[in-house]
């Protein structure tokens, strides 16, 4: 017989024994895909992801560990629901899943920033960064960060944004009035400042280099990005226990340790494919403990969808029938390639070349967000593969500086911008701006010294993804979003076959 004293003592030995572990479950770049994708690149399970399913996984995992904390390192909006609702449905399904807090990504900003301060506060955690002020001020634009608990623990969390996420992947216009500073130099200071008060440190980071827009990347390691920014940060600032990486979407299996700062780096190959969890021994002297960590998929074979997620879906939906409206039919899937030519890139790209009225039209690999599935093509689903508020914007453009144009198409610094109008072979093991072999426009050769009518989305005709040569060539900024462009043109074409591959060919393939 075990006498009272005995067992409480038991107990409260296996209870700190369990409780001295600090769990934190992790999502970044979910960028609002709220139905399963199809992952035939798996043979354990037909569809990944879906938010409603996500939320089943992390409810299963918050009741198994204990001290845990839920946070997203940015990207949370894109997509059209979150886009009919400008970003409130985002930061109620957020909140219903029990996030703890959030981290700005690039996307957040896609409505403008004052239409995402006005959203923020829907949200029912804090959200995150300390590296963007108004122009010319030290406010910050954003909460810098926040401690929380979880159990015992004080846990302190910085978000932070990279330079390129803000300079290259965030319209001009959306971004106005703000600017950007050094993440290394705050996230230092604010490791100092908060070290003392904390027993564990988060840095929610949104930077290296931009995710690959395709859906399979965990397949294809050629398309990965690397995180050398996170890694850097890891390297030079100290105090830092863990780093919660997005916009590269560079999915770690395994949590990445820094050897020289001991701080740990993890990351998920982002759409709320995969819930990261990561687990710390706290009972220590000399600090945190990495016990282990991995990305668990989100199998939507097995995991019931959470009810509660999904009728905050179908509430959206409900408001916005405008959306469920068919405009076409598809044959055969149309699935996006970030690094290659992809029927889906070709068949945007032909789109906005008709209604446009030009010669030759590219929409970048980085715009397009989702596949589209065989059959019926609702508003949704292509509001869902370019959520963007871009317009179709005409430039002429001198053949020289269209092979400039096309030079920057073929760096694969966005991935493979998708044309129409232009037939080209390119060696991509070349130096970036010397890549081309052979181009023609609408089958002849191209003429340096002719006038070209070009047509491609705001973003771009802006200085997105670095394209700086219209900025001089006369802009003709339409009244048409590039999304209704799609929508008319695909509403006269009304049966879609997919466009035939060989436009752009890459001899080093
Ligand atoms: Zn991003």
Redesign the pocket.
């Known amino acids: 017989m075990i006498r009272p004293l005995a067992l409480l003592t038991l107990m409260l030995f296996a209870h700190s024994s369990f409780a001295e572990n600090l769990t934190i479950l992790y999502t970044n ?1 979910i960028e609002s895909v709220y139905e399963p994708v199809a992952s035939p690149w798996r043979d354990d399970m037909s569809a990944m992801g879906g938010m409603p399913h996500l939320s089943s996984l992390i409810k299963m995992h918050r009741a198994q560990h204990e001290n845990t904390l839920l946070v997203d390192a ?2 949370m909006f894109t997509g059209s629901l979150s886009k009919a609702t400008e970003g409130r449905l985002v930061f109620d399904l957020y909140s219903e899943m029990g996030y703890d807090v959030g981290n700005l ?3 957040e900003f896609e409505y403008g920033w004052r239409i995402l301060r006005d959203a923020m506060p829907r949200a029912r955690f804090p959200i995150l960064n300390a590296n963007i002020f108004y122009e010319n001020t030290d406010i910050p634009f954003a909460r810098e960060y926040a401690i929380v608990k979880s159990g015992r623990y004080r846990v302190g969390v910085i978000g932070l944004m990279g330079i390129d ?1 803000f300079h290259n ?1 965030m319209m001009r216009s959306h971004r106005n009035g703000l600017e950007i500073r050094s993440p290394i130099e705050i996230a230092q200071s604010l490791a100092d400042r908060l070290r003392p008060e904390v027993d564990f440190l988060i840095v929610l980071t ?1 930077q290296n280099r ?2 690959p827009m395709q859906t399979n990347k965990e397949s294809d390691p050629t398309v990965l990005r690397g995180f050398d920014e996170d890694y850097a940060l890891a390297g030079k600032v100290r105090g830092i226990d863990l780093i919660v990486g ?2 590269s979407d560079h999915g770690l299996h395994a949590p990445v340790v820094h050897p020289e700062t001991g701080t740990t780096i993890v990351m998920t190959f982002g759409q709320g494919m995969h819930l990261g969890r990561v687990t710390f021994d706290m009972s220590a002297e000399d600090g945190p403990r990495l016990q282990n960590g991995e990305l668990i998929p989100v199998n939507a074979d097995h995991l019931p969808p959470d009810p509660s997620i999904t009728k905050l879906i179908n509430n959206a939906r409900a408001q916005h029938p405008a959306l469920t409206r068919v405009v076409a039919t598809l044959k055969r899937p149309a699935l996006r390639l970030y690094n290659q030519e992809s029927s889906l890139g070709s068949l945007l790209a032909d789109a906005l070349k008709q209604q446009a009225g030009v010669e030759v039209a590219m929409v970048p690999a980085g715009a397009i967000r989702a596949d589209l599935q065989s059959g019926a093509i609702t508003v949704e689903a292509l509001l869902n593969v370019f959520p963007f508020t871009d317009q179709v914007t005409v430039v002429q453009l001198q053949g020289s500086a269209l092979l400039k144009l096309l030079e920057k198409g073929v760096s694969l610094d966005y991935g493979l911008s998708q044309f129409s109008g232009v037939t080209l072979s390119y060696d991509s093991s070349q130096p970036v701006g010397q890549r081309i072999i052979d181009v023609s426009i609408n089958d002849e050769t191209l003429d340096l010294d002719r006038t070209y009518r070009f047509a491609t989305g705001s973003f771009t005709a802006t200085g997105g993804e670095g394209y700086d040569m219209f900025e001089d060539q006369g802009l003709e900024i339409k009244n048409t979003l590039v999304s209704d462009a799609f929508i008319t043109v695909f509403e006269q074409w009304q049966t879609l076959s997919l466009p035939e591959k060989g436009r752009l060919q890459d001899i080093a393939l």
């Open positions: 770049d940015g990207d990504g690039n996307h996420a992947t949104h931009t995710a997005g916009h």
